[in-house]
């Protein structure tokens, strides 16, 4: 449950007589309509209402929605009210003789007069639409429909625009109660019910007045509006507890998957085994490697030159077997997509040929399947360099910068956007094992530096080959991997 279910139970109790205790000493609702009778009738007297608006429409048993009190009474609004009527009609302008009340100047149940825009009207008009202490606004149409506003401390001569309705409760009429049933399931309901089949949701005068709403004796409504007022604030309490417990609930998978990724590539997510062959043999058969593709024309020199890491670069302790190394001096090949006019909608084609490798495929971790372009294989002729394949890692520059996939191994033919760089990796080493380091927040923290978590931040192709991640031997990557799959299989199931 909720706050607002919460809330909606409370006053639902609070309508039905079960909120608080009905005393046999208080005067019963109908003496309360009785009066309220009386007032009317002097009222029509005085010339202030008609006869028809001492009309009472019956109430069946059928219109009643759930048993009340005995001491209670269902009455309907048009009783309880000496006028229900649409606002006045005119254009909001800075100056006038009087404040204009707009459905959008009434914010979470409040309004600052200071902002109302002011409109012209005639004396007569003034004397019709002119707002009170203690009127009830309605909205009557659009996505407010139904909210209410009681007037307050009303310092202005103010009047009300034609998309409200003001509900003008006689003097023996608590207007907070009034405004209390408002906030109800049953009130909602009933204006649902009464709207229902129209193209806009859209409430009348008419339906309004139609309204059944349940009267507890004078004394008990104090006492449930005592109450509720003294268990609203618990409510909202309740639901900033919910609402953390909720962000909570959303965040832990994430931060799971982040602290289990980060014990993977620490060391300490499975054990080393004495007998795997330590990742500095592994790096001596990726530089013989790198010399071979040297040698057959397919690396220049300076692809061979590491850059030695300090010790201020390490950012923790990794087991001896593991090596700290830079992302571009364990690949065999990288590439930036294609820059300016080289890729342009210009070259973007409907047939299926080579798909485009956008920032919007780049999950957090995984390949999206969104956002479809392709361009030709006449086009990919004039930037070759930039083609990805099958297992290549595919990194983002930019929003949010440093996310990795895997290149998919499909029929199609990829080539990266602008915003995207590719590494080739040696089959020396688990590319997947390598796609979770990149992904991993001590990477990240190499991507953004000390403005972690803006996602404007951009990196490059030189930047990212400079990046360090921690390399286990060969067999232990493939351990880890396992296992970490296994684990954020396990935090799926979570959502």
């Known amino acids: 449950m909720n706050a607002q279910q919460l809330k909606n139970a409370i006053l639902q109790e609070a309508i039905e007589g079960r909120l ?26 005085e010339g202030k209402l008609k006869k028809k608006d001492l009309e009472v429409k019956p109430i069946s048993e059928d219109e009643k929605p759930f048993e009340i009190p005995e001491s209670w009474e269902w009455v309907r609004l048009s009783s309880l009210s000496s006028a229900i009527h649409y606002g006045f009609t005119a254009s909001a302008a800075p100056t006038g003789n009087a404040r204009l009340l707009r459905i959008t100047d009434i914010q979470d149940d409040t309004v600052d ?16 639409y002119q707002l009170k202490n203690r009127d009830i606004l309605i909205a ?25 309705i003001r509900v003008i409760p006689l003097e023996e009429i608590n207007e907070e109660f009034l405004k209390l049933f408002m906030m109800t399931p ?11 089949g129209t193209g806009q949701p859209n409430v009348n005068g008419q339906s309004l007045s139609n309204l059944i709403i349940p009267i507890p004796p004078q004394e008990e409504q104090k006492r449930i509006l005592s109450k509720y007022k003294e268990l609203l604030p618990k409510v909202e309490e309740y639901g900033k507890a919910q609402e953390a417990l909720d962000k909570l609930n959303t965040e832990l998978p994430e931060r799971l998957k982040k602290s289990i990724l980060q014990e993977a590539i620490s060391g300490r997510l499975v054990a080393q085994a004495p007998n795997d062959e330590p990742a500095s043999v592994l790096l001596e058969k990726i530089r013989k490697e790198k010399a071979q ?15 030695p890491i300090n010790e201020d670069e390490i950012p923790f302790e990794i087991p001896d077997s593991w090596e700290w190394v830079r992302l571009g001096d364990i690949s065999l ?24 490798i956008q920032l919007s495929n780049i999950g957090e ?25 099958a297992g290549d890692i595919i990194i983002a520059k930019m929003m949010p910068a440093g996310r990795a996939i895997i290149c998919p191994s499909d029929d199609n033919k990829y080539v990266l956007s602008s915003d995207a760089v590719r590494f080739d990796f040696s089959n020396y080493l688990f590319k997947k094992y390598l796609y979770y380091s990149i992904n991993s927040s001590i990477f990240k923290s190499q991507v953004y530096g000390n403005v972690q978590g803006i996602t404007r931040v951009r990196t490059s ?8 991640i921690p390399l286990p031997p060969l067999a232990e990557q493939h351990r880890i991997v396992a296992k970490l799959e296994q684990l954020l299989g396990e935090i799926d199931k979570l959502k």
């Not at 971790?365 to 394949?389: C, M, P, V």
């Open 293 to 307: 593709l040297l040698k057959a024309g397919k690396l220049k020199k300076k692809d061979l030159i590491e850059t």
């Open 113 to 128: 007069w200071k902002s109302v825009p002011y409109c012209t009207t005639k004396d007569k008009d003034l004397k019709t």
């Open 461 to 468: 192709l030189t930047k990212l080959r400079n990046y360090l």
């Open 365 to 389: 971790l995984g390949w999206k399947d969104a956002n479809t372009k392709y361009t030709t294989y006449k086009h990919l002729e004039t930037i070759q360099r930039s083609e990805a394949f």
């Open 186 to 196: 049953c009130y909602w309901k009933q204006l649902i019910d009464a709207s229902s």
């Open 333 to 356: 090949d990288s590439a930036d997509g294609p820059f300016g006019s080289n890729l342009k909608k210009d070259h973007y084609t409907t047939s299926k040929e080579v798909r485009i």
């Open 20 to 45: 608080v205790p009905q005393d046999p000493n208080d005067e019963p609702a109908s003496v309360l309509l009785q009066r309220i009778r009386k007032e009317k009738e002097r009222l029509v007297k």
């Open 140 to 164: 009557r149409t659009g996505g407010t429909i139904g909210k209410t506003y009681i007037v307050r401390q009303l310092e202005d001569v103010a009047v009300f625009a034609s998309y409200l």
